[in-house]
């Protein structure tokens, strides 16, 4: 088992950023891929941005790209996503969540590959 705990949520004006963090324990943290996946009201469950085990492997949504930035320690079992730029549209539930099989490509986009997931932060971002 996994545990992942996210924290760094909160409410934002447009234009400024916040820091997610997700901290894991349980297993070997570096034996799992990462990912950030977002859920507003009403809406599925989306992908946001993933990290491979070593952290070499980053990708992200389209919507997001050049705003958000993944990154990884495994000295300290955390993933991190810096968010710039917010917008009123990231509002939402933000999870992380842990693969432990090989990844590749569409793999990190789909929640299916994702064996462990957190409580989740809200981020709301005001006009």
């Known amino acids: 088992q996994v545990q992942l705990v996210e924290s760094g949520g909160g409410l934002v004006q447009a234009g400024g950023s916040l820091r997610l963090s997700c901290a894991a324990s349980g297993r070997t943290f570096s034996n799992y891929n990462m990912g950030w996946f977002r859920q507003a009201p009403g809406k599925e469950r989306e992908f946001v941005s993933a990290i491979s085990k070593s952290g070499e492997y980053t990708d992200y949504a389209d919507s997001v790209k050049g705003r958000f930035t993944i990154s990884r320690d495994n000295a300290k079992n955390t993933v991190y996503l810096q968010m710039n730029s917010l917008k009123p549209e990231d509002t939402a539930v933000y999870y992380c969540?842990?693969?432990?099989?090989?990844?590749?490509?569409?793999?990190?986009?789909?929640?299916?590959?994702?064996?462990?997931w957190g409580q989740g932060t809200q981020v709301t971002v005001s006009s």
């Open positions: 969540a842990a693969a432990g099989r090989y990844l590749s490509g569409p793999d990190y986009y789909t929640i299916r590959s994702y064996d462990y």
